[in-house]
């Protein structure tokens, strides 16, 4: 009969389908501890394995169990290493959840497993275990072993002070049929597309396009950089990382952050899901960038705006002061819907950047400025192209670029940068509110009634976007500098 340690090692049935379900399943199991992998902290001179514990029926403690080495140490890198050690221990996972014990004799279970399968009891042959796998040639983990012959089944018996799990190593083989142990490994389109389909459940059609531009780009890439790169399982470390410093060199750091950023993301799902063993993008550091932000405007430029907008695009312009006074962002602005404005209480209802419906006061500033809303259907957004409730058959991204597009033509009248937009009249007016506020109060009060204006949710929060705007500025210290130079 053979040990836990070799029916992992030499088992070729496809574990992929046990995965999802045993990992679920081990909080209910009592017996045994979860298997782990021990990687050495990544030293390929040393020893990596699987190991695990088991409910000792003696002493009804758990108790450690003989480590499952298999053939890993003949794999020479991180990522074979680990992938062949997964393997082992999603077998494991199985074996476990199915009953196997290694405190006694598991013949009569494996035979209830397996009812086809005769088992004969017979001296042990280390040629049999050499058809089944030879230990001195590692199979790569997407070898897929093939087995044509039909063979008589047979037991390998291997007595040893350890406790053991005595299901028998069989070979069986049938006649005239190919039996396939793996599943088929997807192709790189194949995978992430499946991704995209999972990170479509979870998230926005509007993000859900920003995934999407990044995943064709790089199956494009791949394509036509790594022709021979077919399936998911080719793509490692050093092909993502390739194509992010393609990326790098012919747009920015900033891009090549927010395409390994994306592409990880997806790539993480396909690991959930045990499609890939490791995702490789997340292996890659982050790339430091420069802070690129929007710039506060001046009052005068400020007032300047407003005053040409109220004669050319009032609309935009009541878009702009939802920013300013209600210290929206541009997106939330894109969101509200009549519906979302009651004038009764003076409030309106936004879905925030983290998805969370918020509710926020409107000013009596900004009330003024509306118009008369009570005959407008509830469901039509509060700001189109043309009118004030209206509808607007768009995606929320063609919506946020209307605005964004029409501001542009007002940055090229008063000559701004690309430092300025939208979202810096945000930045602007919490400015200008707190250095109010701070005039007649400390700055924590200022900062403390200024967190309940603007939604930031902790005071460090606040003071943190507070020194990103320079908002907060010192009082002149000539004086200081004077009484220094005087001594």
Do not use: C
């Not at 300047?304 to 920013?323: G, M, Q, R, T």
């Not at 950047?353 to 259907?377: C, G, H, R, Y």
């Amino acid at each position: 009969m053979s040990t836990l340690n070799e029916i992992l090692t030499f088992e070729h049935e496809s574990e992929h389908n046990f995965a999802h379900d045993l990992e679920h399943n081990l909080a209910h199991k009592t017996n045994f501890s979860t298997p782990k992998i021990y990687d050495a902290k990544g030293d390929l001179k040393k020893r990596w394995y699987v190991y695990f514990s088991y409910r000792n029926p003696e002493t009804g403690k758990l108790q450690r169990m003989k480590n499952i080495y298999g053939t890993a140490h003949l794999y020479k890198t991180k990522e074979d290493r680990l992938a062949v050690l997964s393997k082992y221990r999603i077998r494991l996972l199985k074996l476990l959840r199915q009953g196997y014990n290694p405190f006694a004799d598991n013949t009569a279970l494996f035979q209830s497993k397996n009812p086809g399968v005769k088992v004969l009891n017979a001296p042990a042959q280390p040629k049999l275990v050499e058809e089944i796998q030879p230990v001195a040639q590692p199979i790569l983990p997407e070898t897929t072993p093939k087995l044509e012959k039909e063979e008589k089944i047979e037991v390998i018996p291997q007595p040893t002070a350890e406790p053991k799990v005595t299901v028998p190593v069989v070979h069986v083989e049938a006649p005239n049929e190919t039996i396939e142990k793996e599943e088929k490994v997807m192709t790189v389109k194949e995978a992430l597309n499946f991704g995209m389909e999972l990170k479509g459940k979870i998230v926005k059609p509007a993000t859900l396009q920003g995934y999407s531009y990044s995943v064709n780009i790089f199956i494009n890439w791949i394509e036509e950089n790594r022709p021979k790169i077919k399936t998911i399982d080719q793509v490692n470390k050093k092909v993502a990382m390739d194509f992010l410093n393609h990326i790098l060199l012919t747009s920015s750091s900033r891009n090549r952050n927010n395409y390994r950023l994306n592409l990880s993301s997806i790539m993480q799902l396909l690991e959930d899901n045990d499609i890939i063993v490791s995702n490789p993008m997340k292996k890659i550091p982050v790339m430091k960038t420069k802070p690129n932000r929007n710039k506060t405007y001046t009052k005068e430029k400020q007032e300047a705006i407003f005053e040409y907008l109220e004669k050319y695009d009032p609309i935009l312009l009541l878009y702009i002061k939802f920013v300013s006074y209600n210290f929206l962002r541009p997106i939330e602005v894109n969101r509200l819907k009549i519906k979302d404005i009651n004038l009764k209480s003076k409030t309106l209802q936004f879905e925030a950047k983290n998805k969370v419906f918020k509710t926020k006061l409107i000013p009596e500033i900004l009330i003024a400025d509306l118009p008369d809303l009570s005959n407008m259907d509830p469901e039509h957004y509060l700001f189109t192209p043309d009118a004030i409730g209206a509808e607007w058959d768009a995606s929320e991204t063609n919506r946020r670029d209307n605005f964004s597009k029409r501001f542009k033509a007002v940055k090229r009248h008063f000559g701004l940068d690309s430092n300025y937009g939208l979202y810096s009249f945000r930045h602007t007016f919490i400015t200008q509110l707190y250095r109010a506020l701070v005039k007649d109060s400390t700055p924590f009060a200022a900062k403390s009634a200024l967190m309940e204006i603007t939604g930031h949710t902790t005071m460090d929060a606040l003071e943190k976007y507070l020194r990103d705007i320079d908002a907060s500025l010192p009082n002149d210290y000539s004086h200081l500098l004077q009484k220094a130079n005087d001594q």
